[in-house]
């Protein structure tokens, strides 16, 4: 084949080959089946832009230039609307294909025959794009407050409705309802600042004490070994209201939902589990780290139709509101304690960790409202 040594095989330019060595060696039973899963979607796309575009796979033929052409074909068209039009997508999410294509390459250029790839690795010479400043919102004290009178009264929400369930002795929920669950989960985010993917990867046994009626009683409760990003691990502590909630859900409703995955032959380790009556649940019971982001939402949905004072709406709430509500009372508790800051939140960089500094928006208007 032309372009390439005559002692290479053509195989040894073929990207899809490099590709399928790099999943089976590099990625596949190393990150979780989650993670995988991503990665070759991502490296089946650029190949299959590739191809299209060149009208052959043929790695040498990969440069800079197509790199940066498939970053800008992302920004612009990276997405699909629901009418199947292209759409752009966001800087984020590029620059996630760019991160992934960048480990394809680090790794073919350590095991490429030489003189394969002439001109290095194509990624290196590739900038990301640039990101927006991450805009943090911490809840004021008043929408904390109101939202955990909500999550307090939660189990109101869920009951059945209708006449014949009128004036029953002990109101009935939804089948699919975990109130007490729901409820463990606001103020584990809001009192410890977890993030969605660490909150839903905790399991029983990481929890000291897991008693129950130790649990509503132990001021230094925590939660060991809590897995965040670049495989840190952490300790967090638990606050009263994160406990009690806690005890409330261990002791009432995840016996059930763990017994029924027991009864299947898989053991219930996760520690927050979905509802057994839901067909289409994990084997394991085990949350999905979207299904934080419903329940998360629901909350602020039955908040804000509570809430007739425009000022104390959310909007949508999101998990990430609770950890940046969480990390700026640590750091006003703390007195900014960098050190604290990076050890209960798990966040290293010193970029994120001074946005979580940034006082809610009712707070910052107080600072200037008599300069």
């Given at each position: ?106 790794w073919i250029t350590a ?30 004290a008043a929408q904390v ?38 409820r463990a989960i606001i ?185």
């Open positions: 084949m032309a372009g390439i040594p005559e002692r290479l095989d053509p195989a040894d330019d073929s990207l899809p080959v490099w590709t399928e060595r790099y999943l089976d060696l590099a990625v596949r039973g190393v990150r979780s089946a989650e993670v995988t899963a991503k990665i070759s979607r991502h490296l089946e796309r650029f190949g299959a832009w590739i191809t299209g575009g060149l009208g052959h796979d043929r790695l040498s033929a990969v440069t800079p230039r197509e790199i940066t052409a498939w970053r800008d074909h992302l920004a612009a068209a990276g997405n699909r609307e629901r009418d199947n039009l292209p759409a752009p997508m966001a800087a984020a999410t590029v620059n996630n294909h760019l991160a992934h294509l960048s480990a394809l390459f680090t095991h490429a025959p030489a003189g394969l790839l002439r001109h290095g690795d194509p990624t290196k010479k590739v900038p990301p794009l640039p990101l927006p400043a991450p805009q943090p919102r911490a809840l004021a407050r109101t939202v955990k009178n909500v999550v307090d009264r939660i189990e109101t929400f869920h009951e059945l409705k209708g006449r014949r369930h009128r004036g029953a002795a002990t109101p009935r929920v939804h089948a699919h309802a975990r109130p007490l669950r729901d103020y584990l985010l809001f009192g410890t600042g977890l993030r969605r993917a660490e909150l839903v990867g905790l399991d029983l046994d990481q929890l000291e004490p897991a008693d129950p009626d130790r649990l509503r009683q132990a001021k230094k409760a925590r939660l060991v070994g809590v897995r965040g990003k670049g495989r840190t691990s952490r300790t967090v502590f638990l606050g009263r209201d994160a406990r009690q909630a806690l005890a409330d859900y261990l002791a009432q409703e995840r016996p059930g939902d763990a017994a029924a995955s027991t009864v299947a032959g898989t053991a219930a380790a996760a520690l927050l589990l979905s509802a057994a009556s839901i067909a289409a649940r994990r084997p394991d019971g085990r949350l999905s780290a979207r299904s934080i982001n419903t329940i998360v939402g629901e909350i602020g949905r039955l908040h804000d139709a509570q809430m007739p004072d425009p000022d104390r709406k959310l909007g949508t709430l999101r998990p990430h509101d609770a950890r940046h509500t969480f990390a700026y009372g640590l750091s006003q508790a703390s007195g900014h304690n960098r050190a604290e800051l990076e050890r209960r939140l798990g966040h290293a960089n010193d970029r994120y960790l001074r946005l979580y500094t940034n006082p809610p928006d009712d707070i910052a208007a107080d600072y200037i409202e008599d300069l």
